[in-house]
């Protein structure tokens, strides 16, 4: 069965850290890329950065630039987002979903989704 697990979601107080975690089975990182995305209440499902299966990463939002970076680990089939500096505007629920080999910012070329990590900024 394909899928993907997101985990690391949280509470945490402005200017804070968190790393979330996309763990993918039933298929190998090695031939796809990782979108991560967040959805915040009542607004669209948005693309934030993305990583191919070369390991190359393109940031497509700019409010995050400079602040979240993602990262793979092909040992353990497993893709990262580090998150500092956090502001309240960062809370949504995040999602992580597969797109084969390359990036893509447009959210209709992914794949299937997890359950989605929720993280809240708030002091």
């Known amino acids: 069965q394909l899928q993907v697990v997101e985990s690391g979601g949280g509470l945490v107080q402005p200017g804070g850290s968190l790393r979330l975690s996309c763990a993918a089975s039933?298929?190998?990182?090695?031939?796809?890329?990782i979108g991560w995305f967040r959805q915040a209440p009542g607004k669209e499902r948005e693309v934030i950065s993305c990583?191919?299966?070369?390991?190359?990463?393109?940031d497509f939002m700019d409010s995050v630039k400079g602040r979240f970076f993602i990262s793979r680990d092909s040992a353990k089939n497993t893709v990262y987002l580090q998150m500092n500096s956090l502001k309240p505007e960062d809370t949504a629920v995040y999602y992580c979903?597969?797109?084969?080999?390359?990036?893509?910012?447009?959210?209709?070329?992914?794949?299937?989704w997890g359950q989605g990590t929720q993280v809240t900024v708030s002091s």
């Open positions: 979903s597969p797109k084969y080999y390359y990036c893509s910012s447009d959210i209709r070329h992914y794949g299937f």
């Open positions: 990583i191919s299966a070369t390991g190359i990463s393109t």
């Open positions: 039933g298929f190998s990182l090695d031939n796809y890329a």
